[in-house]
T-cell receptor, first 113, second 113 residues
Framework: DAGVIQSPRHEVTEMGQEVTLRCKPI?????LFWYRQTMMRGLELLIY????????DSGMPEDRFSAKMPNASFSTLKIQPSEPRDSAVYFC???????????FGQGTRLTVV | GEDVEQSLFLSVREGDSSVINCTYT??????LYWYKQEPGAGLQLLTY?????DMKQDQRLTVLLNKKDKHLSLRIADTQTGDSAIYFC?????????????FGKGTKLSVKP
């Protein structure tokens, strides 16, 4: 398996624009996580899904952020409208079951200017 | 509240041992983890320890857990230049999936030849 695949690797956008980050988890994994990494706050869990259902979205910062998982092999994190303070590296991770290792993707570096 | 603290920087000479320390707050954490992040890459699980253990050794890595003081450490023996990276301590959040983690801000390990 190629691992967790995120796209794009880099995204530069203007303030106010909609941004969509994509993630393909490892095939067969039933948990999917979205994290955000910034210098100030480190790594924060935004939301996670189990069997495509959002379980905990308490880390989603604002209503401007939304995440979906329409099927077991695809998830999106959308920011609308984007703001400069959303600039960060966004990681997606997946795991199989409750007690197994979470594998991380390479991340998407988002810059909002 | 939930918090994981670790020092931000550590510099060692090649061949020496590195010790990275971490404190956490949630005494109910079942698992504690060490992740490694190389520049421009995602996070890689290095090792983890179950909360009822005091020590775990895996080749050059030794994890020590002092549950009373909520202190976790990672020792890397015979540190190599390839070990230069950021090391994250993380605790499992409640009883949920292993991917539902609270991370420290990371310790940047620099290994000098």
């Amino acid at each position: 398996d190629a691992g967790v695949i995120q796209s794009p690797r880099h995204e530069v956008t203007e303030m106010g624009q909609e941004v969509t980050l994509r993630c393909k988890p490892i095939s067969g994994h039933d948990y999917l996580f979205w994290y955000r990494q910034t210098m100030m706050r480190g790594l924060e869990l935004l939301i996670y899904f189990n069997n495509n259902v959002p379980i905990d979205d308490s880390g989603m910062p604002e209503d401007r952020f939304s995440a979906k998982m329409p099927n077991a092999s695809f998830s999106t994190l959308k920011i609308q409208p984007s703001e400069p303070r959303d600039s960060a590296v966004y990681f997606c991770a997946s795991s199989l079951g409750v007690r197994t290792e979470a594998f991380f993707g390479q991340g998407t570096r988002l810059t909002v200017v | 509240g939930e918090d994981v603290e670790q020092s931000l920087f550590l510099s060692v000479r090649e061949g020496d041992s590195s010790v990275i320390n971490c404190t956490y707050t949630d005494s109910s954490s079942t698992y504690l983890y060490w992740y490694k992040q190389e520049p421009g890459a995602g996070l890689q699980l290095l090792t983890y320890i179950f909360s009822n253990m005091d020590m775990k050794q895996d080749q050059r890595l030794t994890v020590l857990l002092n549950k009373k003081d909520k202190h976790l450490s990672l020792r890397i023996a015979d540190t190599q230049t390839g070990d230069s990276a950021i090391y994250f301590c993380a605790e499992g959040k409640g009883g949920g999936s292993q991917g539902n983690l609270i991370f420290g801000k990371g310790t940047k390990l620099s290994v000098k030849p």
